[in-house]
């Protein structure tokens, strides 16, 4: 996903091959964690983990398309002043109260063009200079509070990775349940230990692009990933790469709280597992439980 270049002397940081475990312990020491119960709390767990083609997961949280940010200014990078974050306002609601989305960027932050965050389309964007990597938060704030609301149940997208001739793009995510591609995805599962991470394997052009996550090609879904988060969480982390080397010009990562494929089903009871084919249990040849009879001699009961 290109982006225009924008000149900035920038160091490169260094990459990261697992998830810091810093950025699961970031909390504003005036927030007070609280837990909002979900108008779908009362479906079960097969609920959210339903399987049906093309059809949205009837558990998960439902969002709002993403609002215009109410503040811009992650890594305190710009366009906007003041305080560093993106702040998308009101942008779900839980338990009956607005609750906001907030993302600040943990150490190091390289854009090349900070006018590319904030919103493309319904998509939330961050832009991540080629060559350098960026560690995210992702909170969950009740609006016009500081008090953190746990939510569960939600699905996560990082939609349009796609690769150039010198870089490849990769988002990694820990502390979620699971991580689902199409069927004919064309972004590969890297192995980084307990988190899930996925890299470009196919090139694209701006005419790829896309603007409504809920209407989006084959094409598209191929090179998006869904995250699924089943327990209830203040916050979650993200990292975004572009590989190669630290260039002028930068790439825009989009996403969006919403699934870009059905929800993973839940394996029937001990499939796959090797089961010995067991008869109906027949009267006993010998029923003497703890020598307490009826049968006389040797305790224990056949069957």
């Not at 907030?102 to 939330?124: H, I, R, T």
């Not at 960026?134 to 509070?145: C, E, H, N, P, Q």
Request: charged share 20%; aromatic share 6%.
């Amino acid at each position: 996903h290109d982006s225009a270049a924008f000149e900035q002397d920038a160091a490169c940081p260094a990459g990261s091959s697992s998830c810091p475990s810093s950025l699961l312990q970031v909390r504003d020491s005036a927030a007070q964690v609280e837990s909002l119960t979900l108008e779908e709390s009362d479906l079960d767990e097969s609920d959210f983990w339903e399987a049906e083609t093309q059809k949205p997961c009837s558990g998960v949280a439902e969002m709002k398309p993403l609002p215009t940010p109410s503040r811009n200014n992650l890594g305190g990078k710009g366009p906007d002043t003041g305080v560093e974050g993106i702040v998308y306002p009101g942008a779900m609601d839980v338990g009956g109260h607005a609750v906001d989305i907030v993302v600040s960027a943990v150490g190091d932050y390289n854009p090349a063009q900070v006018l590319a965050n904030g919103l493309a389309g319904q998509f939330g964007s961050v832009n991540v200079r080629e060559g350098t990597s960026v560690d995210l938060i992702f909170k969950f704030i009740r609006s016009g509070t500081n008090s953190s609301a746990a939510v569960g149940k939600f699905a996560f997208t990082v939609y349009d990775l796609d690769s150039t001739s010198r870089s490849n793009e990769s988002v990694k995510i820990c502390g979620a349940d699971r991580a689902i591609t199409a069927e004919d995805s064309t972004v590969e599962a890297v192995p980084a230990g307990a988190c899930h991470m996925f890299e470009s394997r196919v090139k694209g052009t701006g005419r790829d692009n896309l603007r409504d996550p809920r209407n989006i090609t084959a094409e598209q879904k191929a090179r998006s990933v869904t995250y699924f988060f089943g327990e209830e969480m203040p916050e979650f982390a993200v990292t975004l790469a572009v590989s190669g080397e630290v260039k002028q010009s930068g790439r825009n990562f989009v996403f969006a709280f919403v699934p870009a494929v059905s929800c993973p089903p839940v394996p029937p009871l001990c499939q796959g597992m090797p089961m010995a084919q067991m008869n109906p249990l027949q009267s006993p040849s010998h029923n003497n439980l703890g020598g307490k009879g009826p049968d006389t001699g040797v305790e224990s009961i056949v069957y």
